[in-house]
């Protein structure tokens, strides 16, 4: 599969700058500092743009008075700590974090301009432009070229940035890529799509025996195509999420979802449709004047044991079918896999969480602030780079689903219905 992709102190912005001086023009690592804020995507530029043009500034001050020399003052230009400074936008001012150089001998003309921060703090348009660049860089995967770009266009050499350290910000892509969860017991399996403008990201997040949420994976393509749902799936399989022990998979109800995960994972893994997204399908259908009364009919079935909620909703959709039949056949599509959660016999706490593919919705929301500026969505792949870095972001963010205290029922559930199965199977053989 294709890469995927607090409040920040002062302390986090030099240690983000610090990075970017020493280890290249690596951005993902950025993202995956700042979205630990939970920060849109306004404040992403902002912060990103801030550490990015105090990495520019480094070098500037670099080419004057030469490489920091810890416990030594050489040099007639030396370095003298840091002091803040303002770099004019086009349409606001940035704070920034500078160095302060000063000439050796001291007095009140000691001070030393840095070049690039001169040029900054008087052309509004040029730091503009090394925003821009910036965010292409983010947009298009050109990480490494983002930082000496951003340096030449203040008068910096490109060659103050050293190839071996882009190599070290490649590096940790890679890593990214090929995360592995054999470590982990993973329960649940939400999948769900997202768009961006024309092109649909496939995303799946797993819950651990734990509660703790992790994001599995994406693949660029629709969720009614069953073909990227094998994709997607099998990439799980590759890096961890076997298909030896049962699991629970919640879906927004996509015949192409149940049929990938029955080709990868077997027949045998329960399956939840996601009952927002069947509240959504039937009372499309209806009048606006009886969606309320609908909706409470179907939200009192889904409290009830199995047999009589599924029960209530076949009187339901008897009801519906003659002046509705369009919202009558959506009620009863898949209206087995409704009530998944019930027949497992879990408390309602988990049920609540379990019921919706609202953990997953969750992870879109901050990926829709995190990309909510973007307007040209140029291919599949640029969505997918999007949606990847987004989602790990998110992921920082993330807390313990709702009722994890007694996801060791699920568990219990689980198991006791594969040791079932394979006692049936060790009969039949």
């Known amino acids: 599969m294709n890469a995927e992709y607090q409040v920040v102190s002062r302390q986090d912005k030099r240690q983000l700058t610090e990075f970017l001086i020493k280890e290249g023009q690596f951005l993902l690592p950025m993202v995956r500092l700042i979205e630990q804020a939970e920060l849109a995507v306004d404040e992403l530029i902002d912060v990103m ?17 030469g490489s920091k020399t810890p416990g030594e003052a050489s040099g007639e230009v030396r370095w003298h700590g840091r002091q803040g400074g303002i770099v004019h936008l086009a349409e606001r001012k940035l704070k920034v974090d500078k160095p302060r150089l000063r000439h050796k001998a001291g007095g009140r003309d000691a001070e030393v301009a840095i070049p690039a921060y001169e040029a900054l703090h008087a052309d509004g348009k040029l730091a503009r432009r090394m925003l821009d660049i910036l965010m292409l860089g983010v947009s298009t995967r050109r990480y490494k070229k983002v930082l000496p770009e951003m340096a030449d266009s203040v008068g910096i050499s490109k060659s103050a940035v050293s190839r071996q350290n882009i190599a070290a910000g490649e590096k940790l892509l890679k890593e990214l890529a090929e995360r592995n969860f054999t470590e982990l017991d993973i329960l649940i399996i939400y999948i769900d799509g997202l768009r961006f403008g024309e092109h649909h990201v496939l995303g799946a997040v797993g819950v651990d025996v734990s509660g703790h949420k992790h ?3 994406l693949r660029e393509g629709a969720n009614e195509n069953t073909t990227t749902v094998k994709l997607l799936l099998e990439d799980l399989v590759e890096r961890g999420v076997a298909p030896g022990r049962r699991r629970l998979f919640v879906i927004d109800g996509a015949k192409a979802l149940r049929s990938g995960i029955d080709q990868v994972y077997g027949k045998d893994n329960p399956v939840q449709r996601c009952r927002n997204h069947k509240l959504w399908n039937v009372t499309d259908c209806l009048p606006k004047e009886k969606r309320d009364q609908i909706k409470s009919a179907m939200r009192a079935a889904w409290k009830l044991d199995a047999t009589e909620g599924q029960k209530k909703l076949e009187q339901l959709a008897s009801w519906l079918e003659r002046e509705h039949p369009s919202a009558a056949s959506s009620l009863r599509e898949g209206l087995s896999e409704m009530f998944t959660i019930n027949r497992l016999g879990l408390p309602s706490a988990l049920r609540r969480c379990l019921g919706t593919t609202n953990l997953i919705d969750s992870s879109h929301s901050g990926v829709r602030q995190r990309t909510g500026r973007v307007s040209n969505w140029q291919d599949g792949s640029m969505a997918l780079r999007w949606a990847g870095a987004a989602f790990e972001a998110t992921e920082k963010s993330f807390r313990r689903i709702m009722g994890h ?6 568990k219990a559930a689980l198991d006791e219905q594969e040791r079932a199965r394979t006692g049936q199977a060790k009969k039949a053989g």
């Not at 743009?49 to 008075?65: D, F, H, K």
């Not at 205290?405 to 699920?410: G, K, V």
């Open 49 to 65: 743009g801030r550490a990015s043009i105090e990495a520019v500034l480094e070098l500037s001050a670099q080419e004057v008075a």
């Open 215 to 217: 994001v599995l994976g």
């Open 405 to 410: 205290e007694q996801l060791w029922m699920l």
